[in-house]
């Protein structure tokens, strides 16, 4: 079962659109503010995205496999409650580590404030994934995208060049969207008579620490950048970074929620010649976008001139191992599905942080040696590690 060609441009749609705000932001915030202070936003962006990965994760992954077999209760419970529950204890831990990392600041008060809001939005873009609300999601990601970038440009300009501006514009655009995208809707009635039990939560714990995980990896990738060569270097780095990551979470995204409903039947009845279809066609095509994304470098550096192809461009060699590191955590997403699929997270977990355990060591080696492209090839080795061992894990639990 293959994702039909109209649902895959929809939600390509929905999520170029974000994916393209996301760059539009990225390019205004180089333009707008210091190397130094879009380090300084980078670095608390991606270390609240850690404790964001890990409630929405939690929260949004168990809707996206369990939302058709929730009781009506129990999906009030895991589109508000839950995530807001899971909020409440990150929220403190997360304020006190930017406190002691970086002092206390008003973008990190306005960073933490969002993880709430975001875990809720996360959410309610699995149910309507699940049900097959391509058009709901586009209008979710969209109107948060483009809110975001107008507001943006409004506070940088408005307000000062400071990391708070675009990180208070992002937390006003995910309220806006929540109030104009409703959770209900034309949502077909709920029959199910699951709970938000032990098995509901833990397939969440599972794949929200695999997401917590990836992310505390960019975090510390940066933080070593910033430690090593300073924070002007490391929000060249970032910059780099984002805008690999921003195309690859737009193209990747959209294929897996328009392979969702495929996968979701592989859950319920199981088929190992179909599910190698599956992931044939995801490699194929993250294969394809990491060649794009390199010809794209490559008639950037030729031709382009002006800040934004100096942020795609500006040390060649690290860009071309971002998009290799890129291409090989994206990879892996549609690798691990047939251990997500049979509940078997506790051993996604376990691969991603002996990835991480072998990341560290290998950019603190390439480090020295190479300087900051060292780093992203570390990455790079990690995520190919990660493909090896979920792939051997996959077929012995079969």
Not at 125 to 147: E, K, N
Not at 253 to 271: E, F, H, I, T
Not at 363 to 375: E, H, I, N, Q, T
Request: net charge positive; aromatic share 8%.
């Amino acid at each position: 079962m293959r994702p039909s060609a109209r649902r895959l441009a929809t939600y390509l749609a929905a999520r170029a659109a974000p994916a393209l705000a996301s760059m539009g932001l990225t390019f205004l915030c180089i333009h707008a503010l210091r190397a130094e202070e879009y380090a300084r936003y980078s670095l608390t962006l991606l270390s609240v995205g850690v404790a964001a990965g890990l409630v929405g994760g939690v929260a949004s992954q168990a809707m996206l496999r369990y939302a058709r077999e929730l009781s009506e209760p129990a999906l009030r419970r895991g589109l508000i409650g839950f995530p807001l529950f899971a909020s409440a204890m990150a929220c403190p831990l997360v304020l006190a580590w930017l406190a002691w990392d970086g002092g206390v600041s008003v973008a990190a008060a306005i960073a933490t404030a969002t993880i709430p809001a975001l875990a809720v939005m996360d959410t309610r873009r699995s149910l309507f994934i699940a049900r097959g609300r391509a058009g709901a999601v586009f209008a979710l990601d969209a109107c948060r995208a483009a809110t975001a970038l107008l507001l943006a440009f409004a506070l940088l300009h408005g307000w000062g060049a400071y990391a708070a501006a675009p990180l208070l514009a992002q937390c006003l655009a995910i309220a806006v969207c929540l109030l104009l995208v409703p959770a209900r809707g034309d949502d077909a009635p709920t029959h199910g008579i699951r709970n938000v039990d032990a098995r509901y939560v833990g397939y969440g714990l599972g794949i929200a620490g695999w997401m917590a995980t990836i992310v505390g990896m960019s975090v510390i990738e940066r933080a070593l950048v910033s430690k090593r060569w300073g924070l002007a270097e490391a929000g060249q780095y970032a910059a780099q970074a984002d805008v690999v990551n921003a195309v690859f979470a737009a193209v990747a995204g959209a294929l897996a929620s328009a392979m969702m409903p495929a996968y979701l039947a592989q859950a319920k009845d199981p088929d190992a010649v179909a599910l190698r279809q599956l992931r044939r066609v995801a490699l194929w095509s993250v294969l394809a976008l990491a060649g794009g994304c390199l010809m794209v470098g490559a008639l950037l550096s030729a031709w382009g001139t002006g800040r934004i192809a100096l942020a795609l461009t500006a040390d060649a060699h690290t860009a071309i191992a971002l998009v290799a590191a890129a291409t090989a955590w994206t990879a892996a997403g549609f690798v691990q599905k047939p251990l997500e699929l049979r509940g078997r997270t506790q051993y996604i977990v376990g691969a991603v942080l002996l990835a991480l355990l072998l990341f560290v060591p290998l950019a603190l080696l390439f480090s020295d040696r190479l300087g900051p492209v060292g780093v992203a090839l570390a990455k790079l080795l990690a995520g190919l590690f990660y493909v090896g061992v979920v792939l051997v894990l996959g077929r012995r639990a079969r």
